[in-house]
């Protein structure tokens, strides 16, 4: 692992990208612009603040832990290579391995526009192959300006074709869960995760109760729309799926990391492709997320 020094020396720019030690001394990679912020820990290359235009846009759980043993609660984990629980065998990670390596940084550009771009780079090791027989090269890109974007993008090093699952898992800070509204999947299908069951959503997505949502083939942009704050846009490319989760009280009140009334202030919405998509010898592919307020 490189120390902050020389990290430093290698890829900062003067009080936009700043690398330093983080919670629990892990290493964290500070990047401001003129109208927005954000902090990454290398642990995952895991987002944990974002505000734009002076918008808080993620929440994070005051009890998120950050020793580097587990995937931090909130901003924005990487589920990676696969989603939720691996097919090949239960013991593996839920959310694959990515979001609880240690990732390297592998360029911070700024653009004449401002922009400061970030590409933090995960490639097969003798850990990955172990568990995951393949070798590969995943990016994850961060371009902070007057809007945001995160992408995951896989290159196939392997002489077989790879398939994959994954999600960009951002948890949006909102005022008030039940006086929120996600708008922009109206008619989509989608299946429930925790009834089993498929269904068709009827208007915009509202909260009430635990929600665990896989909806299929969404259109590309979404809007959160809550109370006391202004409203989220949210774009997608590369995507075959949305997850839309929130934990509700007692899921979270049984989460070491998540504070039970802090449900009220948290909404996953994730770029994600579930039906696992195939990336023959040689190719990438790539998934991302924009938001802007
Ligand atoms: C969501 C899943 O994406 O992540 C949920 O749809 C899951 O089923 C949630 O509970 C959180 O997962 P984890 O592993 O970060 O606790």
Known sequence: ???????????????????????????????????????????????TQLTLNNNKVVWLSPDAI??????????????????????ADNNLPQHGFARNSLIEVDSIIEQKNGDIVAALKLKNSETSMSIWPFKFELVVTFQLGEQFTISLSTHNLD?????????????FAVEDIEHTRLVGLSDCHYFDQLSKKKSCQQGDVVFNQETDNIYDQPKNHFVIQTTNRKAVNIKHIGANAAVVWNPWNDKAASMADFTSNEYTKMLCVEAANIQPIEIAPGLKHTISQTIYV
């Open 66 to 87: 950050f020793d580097g043993t587990k995937a931090i609660r909130g901003g924005i984990p990487i589920c990676w290579p696969w989603f939720g629980k691996a097919s």
């Open 159 to 171: 002489s077989k074709p790879i398939n994959i699952s994954e999600a960009i898992h951002t948890y």
């Open 1 to 47: 692992m490189a120390s902050i020094k020389s990290l430093n020396k290698f890829f900062s720019i003067q009080d936009k990208a700043v690398f330093s030690n983080g919670k629990n001394n892990q290493t964290k990679l500070d990047l401001t612009t003129q109208h927005s912020k954000a902090e990454i820990y290398l642990h995952g290359a895991h987002l």
